[in-house]
């Protein structure tokens, strides 16, 4: 059989195989042990009896938070893709491998908040409603056009672009201060304990994919230094005044925020989220490569241990490696 001329080299018959060693691999033992969980297999029917005993302003702001994580995770299942080519295309199989699981749970997540509306709020109404013009424009705008550009563009710069919009904004960032919120408002009142399980194993998903950012961006750090240190740092602080507002609206619209939750506070929690993402990121700086493929602690997932719905996780929640 002749062979295309563009045929490619397959890495795991190569000499080298598999680099179990890497971060990624072991990301992905933790995502096939940890990750094979059924959103449908969660029993909603004490959630619906909750729901139906809530103020319909309690019902409109969980509506308004469940919407906008239901926005993002289907956002990333349709725009993921192209990173996914651009480690493939590098050789990356191992990082490869990870972000297929990566894909997955995010349309498990996707499945997951969709039946919060058809199952348990019972609402088929147009959602976007719910969508502020800076979650719109992070949404509709930067993250598509960040990932899009990885098909014509593979540079330093464009990974980098791509990988903070998602994993270190819109994970790291508001995606944590939505999981804040949620529990303040369900696990604080004893609410929808089958959403506080569906939310606490998203979690769990989530803080792989962190981790696996931390590592992707602390490779770029390593291989490529200031060129990709400042890209990062310019892509956080063009984004941060969109996430601040965003956060801010989880209450703006209330005299009194349902389930009395602070918008300052969210606010604050998103702040604090968006600092530690960076200083993360920062210590690649100092280390070489080999160090942040070989370090055994370098990818804990970077979630608070007192967020009240950590409690509902196993103890093998957090991210680390091994």
């Known amino acids: 059989m002749t062979l295309p001329t563009d045929y490619h080299t397959l890495s795991s018959t190569s000499p080298r195989g598999l680099r179990q060693y890497l971060p990624p691999m072991r990301l992905w033992q933790k995502a096939k042990r940890l990750g094979v969980w059924n959103p449908v297999d969660i029993d909603l029917t004490q959630d619906k009896l909750d729901w139906q005993g809530l103020k319909a302003e309690e019902q409109e702001y969980l509506l308004s938070i469940c919407s906008r994580f239901l926005a993002g995770e289907e956002s990333v299942t349709l725009d993921l893709l192209p990173l996914l080519k651009v480690v493939a295309q590098e050789g990356r199989i191992e990082e490869e491998m990870f972000l297929t699981s990566f894909l997955w749970e995010e349309a498990k997540h996707v499945e997951g908040f969709r039946r919060f509306f058809d199952e348990v709020a019972d609402e088929h109404s147009d959602l976007t409603r719910f969508y502020s013009p800076p979650f719109k424009q992070i949404f509709y705008d930067e993250l598509p056009r960040a990932m899009n550009q990885l098909y014509t563009d593979t540079s330093v710069e464009a990974q980098v672009n791509a990988s903070v919009t998602y994993n270190m904004i819109i994970e790291g960032v508001m995606a944590e201060t939505g999981y804040y919120v949620f529990s303040l408002a369900l696990t604080r009142n004893n609410l929808m304990p089958g959403m506080q399980q569906f939310v606490a194993n998203l979690k769990r998903d989530e803080s792989r994919h962190i981790a696996f950012a931390v590592y992707f961006l602390s490779r770029l750090v390593a291989e490529h230094g200031d060129r990709a240190w400042n890209t990062i740092e310019q892509r956080m602080q063009y984004l941060l005044p969109l996430v601040q507002e965003s956060s801010q609206r989880y209450g703006v619209s209330y005299t009194i925020v349902p389930f009395n939750i602070d918008p300052e506070e969210t ?28 370090e055994l602690e370098s990818l804990e997932s970077i979630q608070d241990s007192d967020t009240p719905m950590d409690g509902a996780v196993d103890s093998n929640y957090h991210a680390t490696i091994d």
Request: aromatic fraction near 8%.
């Open 267 to 294: 606010s604050a929690y998103s702040s604090t989220q968006y600092q530690k993402r960076l200083e993360r990121i920062k210590k690649a700086r100092g280390q070489t490569l080999d160090e942040i493929n070989n």
